[in-house]
């Protein structure tokens, strides 16, 4: 596949092949010259399947890819498959993208580290959840200088329908971490206001015919709770461990600016106290937990 000015036919590797990347990565079949790594090999081989391009069994083998993309649990993990394996791999010139939720302070420092291996590191995180990376309409949110987001943006394009450059290298992480704080609060307070009205004897499914169609509606209304709350599946498709995570990146952030914050606090405290409680439930365990303690 020869390259061509709209970012197509270009070697891309793609790393991290969970419930997001292996969606993600097959919006790229036909467009790049794919390589897929995830530690899991049947995932490998389905991903491969799915973009259209070649199972690798080390990322070591990416040694060509012009760009890779990393869609990987969570920082550590980002800052080990880059400063371990990237670095040593990819050759000068070549653009990684980090699309996880890092934190942006490990973002800034792994753009520098590849920089001086003469490597464009970029961050773009995406919200959306499974049903964005299945359909290829995430929100896209990039950091980095504007010429390494116009090199990203086609490949971006393919797996997001809004995509938004926020400003420099570990902008982009911000604005996700922050994002996912305010989310994470929307879901707490809807799920004590649902609590309370079924308590009260309303059904909560007319409940949410009104809710999600007034002023308290939200992404929550609209997508958790007829995916996941309302058939009581408790099962969105996003882990409590990585919505905490995400709050913890953000209260971190949040300290750093000298913001006081006293909502944002008090669900921080919440989600760190829910996932103690029950580790590996998904983000709808927290109103499972709420609708419990008020006796429902």
């Known amino acids: ?53 070649e199972a690798v069994a080390s990322i070591s083998a990416m040694a060509d890819a012009q760009v890779v993309i990393l869609m990987l649990p969570d920082s550590p993990i980002v800052d080990k498959v880059l400063r371990n394996e990237l670095l040593k791999t990819l050759k000068s010139g070549a653009l990684v993208i980090d699309m996880s939720s890092s934190t942006p302070a490990n973002t800034i420092e792994n753009a520098k580290l590849a920089k001086q291996h003469g490597i464009t590191f970029i961050d773009a995180p995406v919200s959306g959840g499974i049903g964005g990376a299945e359909s290829g309409k995430l929100a896209i949110m990039a950091g980095g200088e504007a010429a390494d987001f116009a090199r990203a943006l086609p490949l971006l394009n393919r797996m997001g329908t809004k995509v938004v450059h926020v400003g420099p290298v570990g902008s982009g992480h911000a604005v996700k971490a922050l994002n996912n704080l305010l989310g994470a609060t929307i879901l707490v307070a809807t799920s004590e206001i649902f609590a309370a009205g079924e308590k009260f004897g309303l059904d909560p499914a007319v409940m949410h015919q009104v809710i999600d169609a007034s002023s308290g509606g939200s992404f929550m209304t609209a997508q958790a709770w007829p995916r996941a709350v309302l058939p009581k599946t408790w099962n969105f498709g996003f882990a409590m461990q990585l919505m905490n995570k995400d709050v913890g990146i953000a209260m971190s952030l949040i300290e750093s600016t000298g913001v006081k914050t006293v909502l944002c606090e008090a669900n921080a405290a919440l989600w760190a106290k829910a996932v103690k409680e029950t580790p590996g439930a998904d983000m709808t365990g927290i109103t499972k937990g709420i609708r419990e303690a008020a006796g429902l």
């Open 1 to 53: 596949m020869g390259q061509n000015n709209n970012g197509a036919g270009q070697k891309v590797g793609f790393v991290g092949l969970g419930a997001m990347g292996s969606r993600m990565v097959a919006h790229l079949k036909g467009f790049a010259d794919v390589q897929v790594f995830d530690l899991d090999v049947a995932r490998r081989e389905q991903a491969a399947a799915s973009a259209g391009g």
